[in-house]
């Protein structure tokens, strides 16, 4: 089943509003989230590295104030686009460390991705 | 030039057929390497992690040439279900912590 929720999986919106995306680790403490964004037959891009109780590390060219990241707890992590517009439309992806064993080469697991749409 | 190139595709292959794509990375320190599937607007799922000696999971095969720097991804005997793009995911970093970088994907297309 899955280890990482998303939520909500596709807003329509107009533009100039605010939307919060959500990522809750279910039945584990993910101290570290990530973000990314995909464009249409792009490939994922890392957004920005949400780290509990401290400041996001964002990627160069991404606009921390743009894209507000909070991750109050060790289950839950938001993406808040602020005053969104069109160009902001986008599939966007949250994941978690996942520890699946004592191996190092452990991936992360995705939550099932929001679908932004701003008109 | 990108961190982690594949040819889009698609790969149009009929059913039972065999397909191979490969994927290079730029980056010799790179440490992890995995192949990841994504649905049509789906989040992307672990296939498999790539090994330095290779690795096979049932009709998967997955190979890695550190010193060509890519991997590859063979599956055999296709099936309709196998219909999906495939993503190469490389970490600069022995632990998953590390940022993952994609590749825009290869679009495989079974047919019947």
């Known amino acids: 089943g899955a280890v990482v929720s998303q939520h909500p999986s596709w807003v329509i919106c107009k533009s100039g509003t605010s939307v919060k995306i959500e990522c809750r680790s279910l039945?584990?403490?993910?101290?570290?989230m990530f973000w990314y964004r995909q464009f249409p037959k792009q490939s994922l891009m890392l957004m920005a590295t949400?780290?509990?109780?401290?400041?996001?590390?964002?990627e160069q060219g991404v606009e921390k104030d743009k894209f507000l990241i909070n991750h109050a707890s060790l289950t839950l992590s938001t993406l808040t686009v602020t005053s969104a517009h069109p160009e902001d439309s986008s599939f966007y992806i949250c994941?978690?460390?996942?520890?699946?064993?004592?191996?190092?080469?452990?991936?992360?697991?995705f939550g099932d991705g929001t679908r932004l749409s701003i008109l | 030039r990108k961190e982690v190139e594949q040819d889009p595709g698609p790969f149009n292959v009929p059913e039972g057929a065999t397909v191979a794509f490969n994927c290079t990375y730029s980056?010799?320190?790179?440490?992890?390497f995995f192949w990841y599937r994504q649905d049509c607007r789906k989040e992307p799922k672990l296939l498999m992690s790539?090994?330095?000696s290779g690795n096979e999971d049932g009709r998967f095969t997955a190979q890695l040439n550190r010193a060509s720097q890519y991997i590859s991804l063979l599956i055999r005997d296709s099936k309709l279900s196998d219909s999906a793009t495939y993503l190469c995911?490389?970490?600069?970093?022995?632990?998953?912590?590390?940022?993952?970088?994609f590749g825009a994907g290869t679009q495989v297309v079974v047919t019947p």
């Open positions: 994941s978690a460390h996942y520890r699946t064993g004592g191996r190092g080469n452990q991936p992360q697991h």
């Open positions: 039945d584990f403490q993910a101290t570290t």
């Open positions: 949400s780290n509990e109780g401290s400041k996001a590390t964002y």
């Open positions: 980056n010799s320190a790179s440490q992890s």
């Open positions: 790539v090994y330095s």
């Open positions: 995911v490389v970490t600069l970093s022995t632990d998953s912590w590390g940022k993952l970088q």
